[in-house]
């Protein structure tokens, strides 16, 4: 049986909230981005890096569950895996943002720290530089993308629209797993090339 809707269904309003929510996170990121408060700081400011990776495998775990619980009909236990998958991403939000904000932009293969990829630099990291720019160019969009996308799948939930939901769920669902893993793989290429 399926959970009983959470939200009254007000696709209008709904589509404005989340375009608002996505544009204004999008906004901020982008901005947030070229801003930088330090590298010289007290603590390890990496220590986010590693946060954000431990979320990530969390929330690429509890996907999977997710779709279990789902295709085993368990609606509640799928409903409560995916507002958690949601919680944790905000938390995942709240510390990329710090990560970026404390210790600025690392370069794969920048092995001297010095914030240039020299040309002995880029042979020295070899085809790996290349699947990892791969990654993180597919990485970037489809993590600006799947933001609006999530929410209108869990609007469609909580509305108890579930044929809507489904049908966003088999686009979310592969965008959110491939972000979440990737941002991992993507953590476990450049750590490495942590400085401070």
Known sequence: MFPKAELKKNDKKARIIIIIISAIIF???TILSKVEIGKNMDFNSHIFASLNA???SIVTLMLIAGLIAVKNKKYITHKNIMKTC???SILFLLSYIAHHLFAG???YGD???NGIVSEIEKEKAGQSRYAYLFL???HIPLAGIILPVILFTAYRALSGDYTAHKKLARIAWPLWFYVTLS???IYLMI???YKG
């Open 105 to 107: 932009e690392t370069r």
């Open 136 to 138: 993180l160019l597919t």
């Open 183 to 185: 941002g991992v793989i």
């Open 54 to 56: 431990t979320i990530n």
């Open 86 to 88: 949601i919680f944790l």
């Open 111 to 113: 092995y001297d720290g």
């Open 191 to 193: 750590e490495p090339f």
């Open 27 to 29: 906004i901020g990121i």
